[in-house]
């Protein structure tokens, strides 16, 4: 077809814009643009002369629904037009900025035909509108759909903290004070305030730890040093801090009696110390009058918007608030146990006062969790939807609070919270799935030193980057220090495939066996499981374990990946190569796995592979391009 013809194609100035291809040219030569700032780009072109609200756009964009950041989001793909465009900001020429609304395409478009509406539809004004399912999007289940959601969501992350991380603010140097909260001891009551002893001081952490120039250790990172067991400087020396923040709780009579030490860890002497007498029912205002006292004493310099961060109130409520420290305390059990109990907590705050944000931050962390790491096949759904819909409140009552962002793949957490040692992590798990591997370590050391105790993640991170890089033998190092940090159900899957690629095959095997627990756990374990034994020869038990796998409705693009593997060993190509797209699809484009997998040697000169593994090769060279 003649392009002059084309109603899909929008001119303006040298530029044509191909809607049907998804393609932007300039005089003839194309530029590349990726999906999302190509979706933005046509929809302004569309509406030229017209004012398209950020709204609107982020609906276009991503659809309605808290997965992604859609301010950090859509900033990120504003800039990425107009780099593709020549276009500046201040004096622009075709994208104009309506100051806290939105945008307006002002160059001329030349022969324009709207019949093309299909490809780029007119904004859902009324805000009611859902967009449908377009050509390749057809939904395979939940778990596809939240795979490729939170896929997403990381890759926002990894393209705002690469954009940001770059320039650091002026004026600001690199050094900032190290301080750790302790648990408090609880000296009488345990079975009515024991729970306090924990849930106040991961209250005090997470609000000091808006402070900018104040690095807090996260509370899971404290427990796991075991302070109780060690004096005050080898605390301190082991969490890598300068001060420690100690504390008491008692009842005495109607009322908490809460005493806190202020602790230098350099000559072991009180910085400041005062205690507390409150009504149990005040317990709410004793975070926020702390921590603005330990920052004072600190001498750390606070911005006002930091100041308002510590001294909010998220509610007025004092049994919700006291509800939603319980169900902390739990949370920080990491068992199932006391997930479900946290949960139950968690819902009694949010009945207490709907308005609740950290109430709803809390549910969608533990429904988060329950979903990962501990749902039956039955119930992940269930776990997913509920995590989404507690996020979606959370969100909407409070955008900025990093504990839910968090809590979905921390889409820009590490911008409002850097103490947060977890977004660091989940950057370098989008670059391993993404296959950019050389970028992974930088991102561990981070995590390393906001929380240089707790390791597993760390380690499981540097096992998996060495496994795919195909260092076998120091994979098997790193995930089997990873093996003796934690559960079976979090690190057997990986450790089981160093084990395999490191030699040791029926120890894999024996591995991946005897491992259950969640859907996921089980899963993977029986879909890598088929893989290693096609390879084996042992293609009925392989067939019978695929066929096992398919019939549970639970599935991820690691699964997928390993049925692929399964198929290669098994001879069939076309089903490999199927499931290989599938997982690549679904958030596991990683090519130099693809590329390197020895059980995908079969299938190296299958053409249909070859063709997946140049368009993961591409991916990877613009992910390169987007996030360095």
Request: one cysteine or more; glycine letters at 6%; a neutral charge.
């Amino acid at each position: 077809m003649n392009a002059a013809s084309d109603n899909s194609i929008v001119r303006f100035a040298t530029f044509e814009l191909d809607l049907k291809e998804e393609q932007l040219r300039k005089s003839g030569s194309l530029v590349r643009l990726p999906p999302q700032p190509f979706k933005l780009l046509a929809t302004l072109a569309t509406h030229a002369g017209r004012l398209v609200t950020r709204q609107e756009l982020c609906d276009q964009i991503w659809g309605p629904g808290p997965i992604v950041d859609f301010e950090q989001g859509l900033n990120h793909c504003i800039k990425q037009v107009r780099l593709a465009l020549g276009d500046d900001a201040d004096n622009p020429r075709f994208i104009e900025t309506v100051p806290k609304r939105g945008y307006r395409f002002i160059a001329d478009i030349h022969a324009y035909d709207r019949v093309h509406a299909a490809a780029a539809p007119e904004p859902d004004l009324a805000g009611d509108g859902s967009p449908g399912a377009g050509p390749g999007r057809t939904r395979r289940g939940r778990q596809w759909v939240l795979a490729a959601a939170i896929l997403s969501a990381i890759a926002l992350t990894v393209a705002f903290v690469a954009t940001t991380r770059r320039e650091p603010s002026k004026g600001i140097t690199a050094t900032r004070t190290t301080l750790a909260v302790l648990p408090f001891h609880v000296l009488n009551r345990q079975e009515d305030i024991g729970f306090l002893g924990l849930a106040i001081p991961d209250a005090i952490t997470a609000r000091l730890a808006r402070a900018g120039r104040l690095r807090v250790t996260p509370t899971n990172a404290v427990v796991h040093a075991q302070p109780d067991r060690r004096a005050i400087p080898e605390t301190a020396r082991a969490l890598g801090v300068d001060y420690l923040l100690t504390g008491t709780i008692q009842l005495i009579a109607e009322s908490t009696r809460v005493t806190v030490q202020l602790v230098s860890a350099a000559d072991n002497g009180s910085v400041w110390a005062e205690h507390y007498d409150l009504p149990h029912a005040n317990l709410l205002t004793l975070e926020d009058a702390i921590s603005e006292k330990v920052a004072g004493a600190l001498k750390v310099p606070v911005t006002s918007a930091e100041r308002a961060q510590l001294t909010h109130r998220y509610t007025s409520n004092a049994p919700a608030y006291e509800s939603y420290l319980r169900g902390r305390a739990e949370l920080l059990r990491y068992t199932q146990e006391g997930t479900l109990a946290a949960i139950k907590s968690f819902d009694a705050a949010a009945r207490l006062d709907p308005r609740y944000p950290l109430a709803h931050a809390g549910l969608a962390s533990a429904s988060a969790q329950m979903h990962l790491r501990f749902a039956a096949d039955d119930e992940v759904a269930l776990w997913s939807a509920r995590a989404q819909r507690e996020a979606s409140l959370a969100l909407d009552l409070d955008p900025e609070l990093a504990e839910v962002h968090e809590a979905l793949a921390a889409v820009y957490a590490l911008a409002l919270n850097p103490s947060l040692p977890l977004p660091h992590y989940y950057l370098a798990r989008a670059f391993y799935h993404y296959g950019l591997l050389e970028m992974i370590e930088s991102e561990v050391r981070a995590g390393l030193d906001i929380d240089p105790v707790n390791r597993l993640e760390a380690y499981r991170l540097r096992g998996t980057a060495a496994l795919v890089s195909g260092r076998f033998q120091e994979a098997l190092h790193w995930l089997g220090e990873a093996q003796k940090l934690s559960a079976p159900e979090v690190t057997a899957w990986y450790y089981a495939q160093s084990l395999y690629y490191a030699g040791d095959r029926h120890g894999a095997e024996s591995l991946l066996q005897g491992l259950r627990g969640s859907a996921q756990a089980g899963q993977r374990a029986r879909a890598t499981l088929a893989s290693f034994l096609a390879a084996d020869g042992a293609k009925l038990r392989a067939e019978v374990l695929i066929g096992q796998t398919l019939a549970i409705a639970y599935m991820d693009h690691h699964v997928a990946y390993s049925l692929g593997a399964a198929y290669a060993q098994l001879g069939q190509p076309g089903q490999a190569v199927a499931w290989l797209r599938k997982a690549a699809d679904s958030g596991f484009p990683c090519y130099p796995w693809y590329a390197g997998d020895p059980l995908l040697q079969p299938i190296h000169a299958d053409p249909a592979f070859g063709r997946l593994l140049s368009d993961l090769q591409d991916q990877l060279q613009l992910a390169r391009t987007r996030y360095r």
